[in-house]
């Protein structure tokens, strides 16, 4: 395999800080397919295939379903190839289109979250100072 080095799955585990039942889990649902497989039937897996996983690890906080994590992999996978004609790129550029407005939706709500969980450790920080005797300054940063 043009001098790729294969990589077992404790490692691709480590790598991408990913418990080992779920890199399987994403296998057996078809997400990630090891590149190869050892003599002794172990899983091998190559750069790409962690970049694979590093990119599934990054849509989790989208909720995405399996179902459309495994769309938009299909599209990404298929938008790289050297063989897409107008027609599919069409297709393809609706499909990641729709997945750009969910990321986006999502990126602001996680925002609207945040400011609120800002807001409240300013908050309790507030409450802490308040709670210290006159002339310390023990109160957490916020």
Not at 39 to 64: M, N, S
Request: charged fraction near 30%.
């Amino acid at each position: 395999m043009d001098g790729d080095e294969y990589m077992q799955i404790g490692e691709v585990a480590e790598r991408t800080s990913l418990s080992l039942r779920t890199i399987r889990y994403y296998e057996e649902v078809g997400l990630v397919v090891p590149s190869e497989r050892s003599q002794g039937r172990f899983r091998l897996y190559t750069e790409a295939d962690v970049r694979r996983l590093w990119l599934i690890r990054k849509l989790k906080p989208l909720d995405l379903s399996l179902d459309q994590i495994r769309d938009l992999l299909a599209a990404l996978d298929r938008a790289g190839a050297d063989d897409v004609g107008p027609d599919e790129a069409a297709v393809l550029r609706s499909s990641l289109a729709a997945f750009h407005a969910i990321a986006r939706a999502r990126c602001a709500l996680m925002r609207e979250q945040l400011v609120g969980a800002e807001e409240f450790a300013a908050d309790v920080a507030d409450r802490i100072t308040a709670l210290e005797p006159a002339g310390e300054d023990t109160a957490p940063k916020s």
